[in-house]
Structures are given as structure tokens and as C-alpha cells.
């Protein structure tokens, strides 16, 4: 993680970082997309004349890994704050090679022979993307989305490091849906440590 504080940059400078892939859910003319920066959304917990202004509204964001769902997930997610509370509105991040490390050795070697299916369908809030409208199930296992495996390891350091995305839809093909459920709290547990931040 890098944290830049303090230093002033408007919406397109801040899309400058490099090359930026859309989200799948990317429509233009939703208002949670920057006008003059339509690559970059809005998460806010404002609402505005019963309308809310951010891309999930003001329902809590729980602990995940952007664009997850997607075949090729992005190698990172920039982060850039306008308005702040003095308190509350906590974003965390989490150190997934140090969630890895922490893991039991026999669970690690469970998780080397297993892939995690990352929905696509659903957003936090229990709606549907845009484009996903036909999508009526909430049983995990029938949700449309890329599978990936649990444990990557970095190409250049060799360092194996989880690879998680959103708690809700997440499932583990081949394994009953309990067990699924049951590993993939266990394996949240170990992502979301304060230890790890």
C-alpha cells in the first residue's frame, strides 16, 4: 500500500497512475461515474433528495478485493479521498501475504488444491449489476462468476498470498455448501485480523 497525504490533485490527474481498466457494471450515464474522469465512481454514504450519491449507497462496504469477479482481476485499486468524518467511514486494508503466513500449515495445504468462485451477479446490497437483471437465484453455487484459485503466489518474489474477493456469493466448487460456507469464514477470519492491516 502507498498513502499520499496531503497532496492536492484534481480527477483526471488522479486517473494519470497508469492504465485503468472499466468495471464490468461500468455504465456511462450512471451518476456515480466522474464526468470529466468517467473511469472513476463515487463511493459516498451521502444522499441527496432520497437519491444516494455513491456507487453502493450508504450501506456498509464490508471487508473485499476490488474486481474480484472479473476473468482478469486489476493488480491494484487506487483509493482517493475527498470528504472525510472526523470520525467513522474506516477503510481498512489488509495484508493478504501476512493472512496467508497466519494460516494453519494443514489448512494451507488443503487450500493449494482448491479454487474459489468470485460472483459476478450480485452487489453488496443484495441488488443486481447492471446487465445481470435476469439473475434471480441467491444460492451461491448457481451464480454466475470467474473461479480463481485461493492461493497465487507474486510471479517475482514467490510469495504466496490468499486471493479473496466479496464474502457474499463467494463458494468453493466441489465441496458441499456448508463446508464451503464454514472455510471461506475461516479464511475471512484470517484475512480481516487487525494484526494484518
Known sequence: MVRLRGYQ???VQFTRFGELHTS????????????????????????ENGVAVGHHGD??????????????PSCYTMLCA???????GDTRFTDMYRAFDIVPEEMKARLARLTI?????????YGTWPGWDHIETRDVREMPGPIHP???THPETGRKLLCLGRRFGAYIPGLVLAKSEALLDDLWSY???????
Open 24 to 47: 464490468p457494471d461500468y455504465v456511462k450515464d450512471r451518476k456515480v461515474y466522474v464526468a470529466e474522469s468517467p473511469l472513476m465512481s463515487v463511493v459516498s454514504n451521502i444522499v
Open 82 to 88: 475527498r470528504e472525510i468524518p472526523p470520525t467513522g
Open 150 to 152: 485461493i492461493v497465487r
Open 59 to 72: 450501506g456498509e462496504l464490508d471487508w473485499h478485493t476490488d474486481l474480484s469477479f472479473t476473468d482478469i
Open 191 to 197: 484475512a480481516g485480523r487487525p494484526e494484518n492491516s
Open 9 to 11: 490533485m484534481d480527477d
Open 117 to 125: 468462485k468470485h460472483q459476478a451477479s450480485h452487489n453488496p446490497q
